[in-house]
């Protein structure tokens, strides 16, 4: 069987990958799958920087093709807030209920109307003795005042799609794959680049 690798070790975001590669029938690894694999230090201060930096990092350390995933969330009313520090945005300890807490308490004065946000993805994707190729996505939505639904993960409860009048944890999987920011980077990528070009077999 052929592997695409996603240097990645959140979970929310391989269930992600999973399910948006499914219809290609390979096998999605993440770092976890990988024994002893480096936490990449996210030194960068974009999204789209620290997802070339952990995909040529591990792409160069194993000798294959590799996609990372940069993401946040960007709140307005915060200029822009918690963005790249969307994980650690309660500290290192990175727990996602802290982060919401922390977001909820700051947005606790702001009005309905200013509460407008986005979540934020890069993916990059880097193979051995070729050009990194990168590319973004974006979705739209507004900061709830409480916590709704218990699908997805990270902030998606405290996240509202307007166009669907749910939060993001409300949505099925197949529903929020059509439309987050990750999708829609990913959609762009898959027409960037040939199939064949993710793939690798163990030696
Ligand atoms: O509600 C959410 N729905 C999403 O779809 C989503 N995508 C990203 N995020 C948040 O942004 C951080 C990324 O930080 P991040 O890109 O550094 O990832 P990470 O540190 O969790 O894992 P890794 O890929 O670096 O190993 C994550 O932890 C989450 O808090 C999301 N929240
Ligand atoms: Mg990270």
Known sequence: MMKILIATKNEGKVKEFQSMF??????????????GSPDVEETGT?????????????????????????????????????????????????????????????????PDTQRSARFVCALA???????????????????????RGSKGFGYDPIFYVPHLNRSMAELAKEEKNKISHRAVALKKLKNLINEEDLLWEKP
């Open 22 to 35: 499914e219809d290609l029938g390979h096998e999605i690894l993440s770092l976890t799958d990988i024994e």
């Open 46 to 110: 974009t999204f789209e920087e620290n997802a070339i930096l952990k995909a040529e990092t591990i792409s160069q350390q194993m000798n294959i093709p590799v996609i990372a995933d940069d993401s946040g969330l960007e709140i307005d009313a915060l200029e822009g807030k918690p963005g790249v520090y969307s994980a650690r945005y309660a500290g290192l300890q990175k727990s996602d209920e802290d982060n919401m807490s922390k977001v909820l308490a700051e947005l606790q004065n702001v």
């Open 125 to 147: 994707f880097a193979m051995p003795n070729k050009k990194t190729i990168v590319v973004n996505g974006e979705c739209e939505g507004k900061i709830l005042r409480e916590k």
